[in-house]
């Protein structure tokens, strides 16, 4: 039975928070059992919270509240490593005989470039900004690694800056691979760092097609800045279909799923 007085709303505020800083991540299905009220009730607690700044709201439930913060690669990699092993390996498979590759930084595309340099290819040159996919795949066979100039960003290998973006102007991509760090059903794909959307705005006008990879925690999530509208066509590669939501939208859209 749902409970309207405002003391009451505090208390349990207060309890949502707490389990919030001892968890990182809290459930609408499990929280509203544990109180005694109702899914839309918690709802609506998390939606006050959000609006305090005290916690974020994501596809079913709710996390910290980090602004403009991704953590470091090492720590990302660990975090679904066996869904980014069966994502890394769907989506190495597009990459085809003679084909001109862009792939970018983060913890989904290294698990993509550790997938492709285990295959068989020929005449293919993978353009990347990541120092840790270069490592991976400079001694492939049949492959070229092509490294963007800029500045290296520490906390994940990363390179960076408008002589990155410059760079990569220059080329027209056969495919480009690439991460994200959220999406959105108001905002669409989103990331936190300016450096990376820019690239990916840019690599998405000189190659087709772009290919998303991502797992599933990002549905549901939101970043602090919008990369590509959820009505861009693309294909995204993910570790099983996201929710039913997403699903409709990206119907629409024409936005392919392959898992």
Not at 137 to 160: F, K, Q, S
Not at 171 to 184: E, K
């Amino acid at each position: 039975m749902d409970q309207h007085l405002p003391a009451l709303s505090v208390i349990r505020h207060e309890s949502i928070l707490r389990e919030l800083e001892a968890s990182g991540r809290l459930r609408v299905r499990v929280l509203a059992p544990a109180f005694g009220v109702s899914e839309e009730t918690i709802r609506r607690d998390l939606s006050e919270l959000e609006g305090q700044g005290l916690l974020r709201r994501v596809h079913g439930g709710a996390v910290r509240h980090e602004v403009d913060r991704e953590q470091p690669i090492l720590e990302r990699s660990r975090v679904k490593a066996r869904e980014k092993i069966h994502i890394g390996q769907i989506a190495a498979d597009l990459v085809k005989d003679g084909m001109s590759v862009f792939m970018d930084t983060g913890s989904t595309p290294v698990a993509v470039a550790q997938a492709l340099a285990k295959r068989t290819v020929a005449n293919v040159t993978v353009t990347t900004n990541s120092l840790d996919i270069g490592k991976i795949l400079a001694h492939t066979a049949g492959l070229r690694v092509r490294m963007t100039p800029g500045m290296l960003r520490e906390n994940d290998n990363a390179i960076v800056g408008h002589e990155t973006c410059d760079y990569v102007r220059r080329f027209a991509f056969d495919l480009s691979i690439v991460g994200i760090a959220a999406c959105d059903l108001e905002f669409g794909w989103m990331d936190y760092s300016q450096d990376e959307s820019d690239l990916r705005r840019i690599v998405a006008a000189n190659a087709q097609p772009v290919v998303i990879v991502c797992d599933d925690s990002k549905f549901g999530r939101r970043a602090s800045i919008i990369t590509y509208p959820l009505d861009h066509a693309l294909t995204v590669v993910t570790n099983k279909p996201p929710p039913a939501e997403f699903l409709q939208r990206f119907d629409r859209s024409g936005i392919a799923i392959r898992t």
